[in-house]
């Protein structure tokens, strides 16, 4: 009995998630959310051991993402708060995007730690490719869901899937300075200036979707 009751909640749970996009995207930040919770503790205990400036201010970015998607995803928790235009509602899109905003504001740590040579890469070539070939399918799939999610009204399901694209920008930037660092051993001359020109711009790129993902928002703020 109890084996052919686990049998029909995993199937129910496996036809809502292929059926119910929004269930997979809240289900999908949550489990983001625990494992952000393990890059935050070790780049915290990373960057008191090693008083390292990019561990450090990586634990800081990790814990901006984790707070709005713990925001987020735990409001989901209140069938009030799923109701359009409903106080509570309001109040987490408005947090979660100044949180937002302030993700934006701490990756001039991680970026500086990597132009002034701060981030140290010396796990060599063959997790270099590896890198680059998870931060491809990242980047698709980010876009992807990015687009599949700005044709729905849900302006908090938007805001998941801006936060997955954003740190999937961020993570452009790291992958640019893994392979310099594989490369060359050390960020300087020509590959400095590109790697400086390509932050800043990606890094305008990411700030856009903050903007662009809360202009979205206000029609529902102002309801």
Not at 72 to 93: E, L, M, T
Not at 121 to 147: H, Q
Not at 154 to 182: C, G, H, K, W
Request: aromatic fraction near 12%; charged fraction near 20%.
């Amino acid at each position: 009995m109890d084996k052919e009751r686990i049998k029909q909640r995993t199937r129910q749970f496996l036809d809502t998630w292929n059926d119910d996009y929004a269930f997979k995207t809240y289900i999908s930040s949550f489990v983001a959310f625990l494992i952000g919770l393990c890059f935050i503790l070790y780049n915290g205990i990373m960057g008191v051991v090693q008083r390292s400036l990019w561990h450090g201010s990586i634990c800081i970015y990790y814990m901006s993402m984790a707070l709005i998607r713990g925001l987020i995803v735990n409001s989901q928790r209140d069938p009030k708060a799923r109701d359009y235009g409903c106080r509570r509602r309001k109040r987490v899109i408005l947090i979660s995007h100044i949180l937002m905003f302030l993700m934006d504001f701490t990756l001039i740590g991680p970026i500086w730690a990597m132009i002034d040579g701060s981030r140290v890469y010396d796990w060599g070539l063959i997790p270099a490719i590896a890198i680059a070939a998870y931060t491809c399918y990242r980047i698709v799939m980010s876009i992807r869901n990015y687009s599949k999610a700005a044709k729905t009204e849900d302006s908090l399901l938007r805001e998941l899937r801006t936060v997955y694209l954003m740190d999937a920008l961020f993570a452009v930037i790291v992958l640019q300075n893994t392979l310099i660092l594989v490369n060359d051993g050390v960020l300087s001359g020509p590959m400095l200036i590109l790697s400086i020109i390509t932050s800043l711009l990606i890094s305008f790129g990411i700030v856009a979707f903050s903007i662009i993902s809360f202009t979205k928002s206000v029609d529902e703020l102002h309801a």
